[in-house]
């Protein structure tokens, strides 16, 4: 691992499910292993891939579990975005989702607490 790795200038929350498939990802098809998992931004969102890690390579993870590697590109973005790294239901299996914390995807949003209406007393 290279020493020159820094930790984020960001927020990224990487839940439990998404930490579990990114370690299977990784397990899976790391055939070097000085490969890590990186992240950079596409046109259309986002891209993981294994790679070797690089000198400007910003940490993503937890100070126990680094799991993602971001490019400076992204770590630009990480700056002044936090963002959610997740997993969804597909019908093609799960997939991972990346999205700006304050703007979640309607599929993985927390619903809305139901209110039951008050029982009421009957008159007699």
């Given amino acids: ?16 499910r998404a930490a579990k498939e990114l370690k ?4 899976a098809n790391a ?8 992240i950079d931004t596409e046109s259309e969102g986002f891209s993981l891939w294994l790679g070797p890690e690089q000198e400007e390579d910003t940490l993503v993870g937890s100070e126990d579990t680094v799991l993602l590697r971001a490019t ?3 770590t630009r973005f990480l700056v002044e975005t936090s963002v959610v790294i997740d997993c969804m239901d597909h019908p093609d299996g799960m997939r991972l ?10 599929e993985v949003s927390k619903p809305k607490k139901k209110t039951r209406p008050t029982a009421r007393k009957t008159k007699k």
Avoid: G
């Avoid at 691992?1 to 439990?16: D, F, L, Q, Y």
């Avoid at 299977?24 to 397990?27: K, L, M, N, P, V």
């Avoid at 989702?97 to 309607?106: G, L, N, R, T």
């Fill in 1 to 16: 691992m290279a020493r020159s790795a820094k930790k984020p200038k960001c927020t990224v929350t990487i839940t439990e």
């Fill in 72 to 74: 400076p590109d992204l």
């Fill in 24 to 27: 299977a990802i990784q397990a």
């Fill in 31 to 38: 055939k070097d292993e000085r490969h890590v998992l990186r």
């Fill in 97 to 106: 989702i990346v999205y700006p914390e304050d703007e979640p995807p309607a």
